[in-house]
């Protein structure tokens, strides 16, 4: 009896000792974060990331705050540019590949216009990460993996939440001409969805003709039921064409925000499809900092999936918090 209760006495004491352990580690990584201290006392290298984005897309500040947080924490030197005209973002990668950064993250949006530059990081030895777009050219262009959504996936996964809303006809928004995510995202919608889908581009760094074109064509056509944007910040612009065109088409958009959030809460917005952007860049940068250290690459050659989920009203108001602090 004696020794089964200091065995017991024991292992109580071992628990409290982890526990009081794990609150410490716990308490020091937070305030390492806190006063932007990193958690690891590997060398201070620099990573890039060059993306597709236009100016004011909130969509690439979630990306960054997943990046930037998890370079803090790596005690990585973080960089990052953009261009929505494809060879300037070109020219953004050749100018990291100038300054011998230590890993790169760069999108293919535009694949064929990034091939060149991205050849050149690999061949002078720079370890690239491929992020968002471009996951079936990822591999071939040489690098280390692909973290993102599968768009054909994600696309086939809308079409499929339209026919079980009882959608019949719908209209695909797509605001970046020669995006192959975009055309895969509508793509995938159309070989899953049994009502009818149209395809409407219009200029994204326009918002008023955005939300001119979408108004127009609900006018035009009262039989659509279903507006699909592509990315967050369309998503409003949508649902005020909706408005003045006296339409009572559901609006659903790829990709959360606060404001997406706040909105399907209300019940403005149908759904929306989350493909998790700060993980895209927290994965982006951690991989980079796992293969500089310890030659670590996941995927197995496949990519590294971070979507596609759909939420819905009830699902937003366990997340606006998270969006609205910029993670979601």
Known sequence: MGAVLAATLLAAGLTACSSTGGKRAEDARKAAAAEGRAAVNTPRWTFAMVTHSGDGDTFWDIVQNGAKQAAVKDNINFLYSHSDEAKEQAQLIDAAVDKKVDGLIVTLAKPDAMKAAVARAVKAGIPVITVNS??????????????????????????????????????????????????????????????????????????????ASIEAKLQADPAIDAVVTLGAPFADAAVQARKTAGSKAEIDTFDLNAKVAAALSAGTLGF????????????????LWLYRYNADVLGGGRPVLTGPQIINDKDAAKLQEYAERGTR
């Open 134 to 211: 471009g996951s079936e050219q990822s591999k071939a262009f040489g690098a280390l993996t692909h973290i993102g959504q599968d768009e054909t996936v994600a696309g086939e996964a809308v079409g499929d939440e339209l026919d079980e809303r009882g959608r019949k006809k719908a209209l695909c928004v797509l605001h970046e001409q020669g995006n192959v995510g975009h055309e895969q995202r509508c793509a995938g919608v159309k070989k899953t969805f049994g009502g009818e889908l149209q395809n409407l581009y219009v200029d994204g760094t326009n918002m008023p003709d955005v939300k």
């Open 272 to 287: 929306a499809v989350d493909q998790q952007p700060y993980l895209q860049g927290y994965q982006a940068v951690d991989l």
